[in-house]
Nanobody
Framework: VQLQASGGGLVQPGESLRLSCAAS????????MGWYRQAPGKQRELVAN???????TYLDSVKGRFTISRDSANNTIFLEMNSLKPEDTAVYFC??????????WGQGTQVTVSS
């Protein structure tokens, strides 16, 4: 299983970005897909997750600003990020959890929010 993340970039505070993560390879079933982020000197944290039932989970600090969505037919997830803040600056990683609860990680995409 390979994950390809894209969509990061440099934006000003208050602007928006949309991240995409496409999974490829032999995938029988997906228990969940999500986005994590890691800022310099900090631990990686869960930003948003969607599970097989369609339930979503968000980091408190992004609730109301970020939206995770999924294109199941293409094993792709998206993260719509609005009203971005400097504290959202991080490398964003996507993760897929398969039917055996094995996690696969994408390569990360840099998001920088700065004026």
């Amino acid at each position: 299983v390979q994950l390809q993340a894209s969509g990061g970039g440099l934006v000003q505070p208050g602007e928006s970005l949309r991240l995409s993560c496409a999974a490829s390879g032999v995938i029988f079933s997906i228990n969940g897909m999500g986005w994590y982020r890691q800022a310099p000197g900090k631990q990686r944290e869960l930003v948003a997750n969607t599970n097989i039932g369609g339930s979503t989970t968000y980091l408190d600090s992004v609730k109301g600003r970020f939206t995770i969505s999924r294109d199941s037919a293409n094993n792709t997830i998206f993260l719509e990020m609005n009203s971005l803040k400097p504290e959202d600056t991080a490398v964003y990683f996507c993760r897929l959890t398969d039917e055996n609860w094995i996690h696969y990680w994408g390569q990360g995409t840099q998001v920088t929010v700065s004026s």
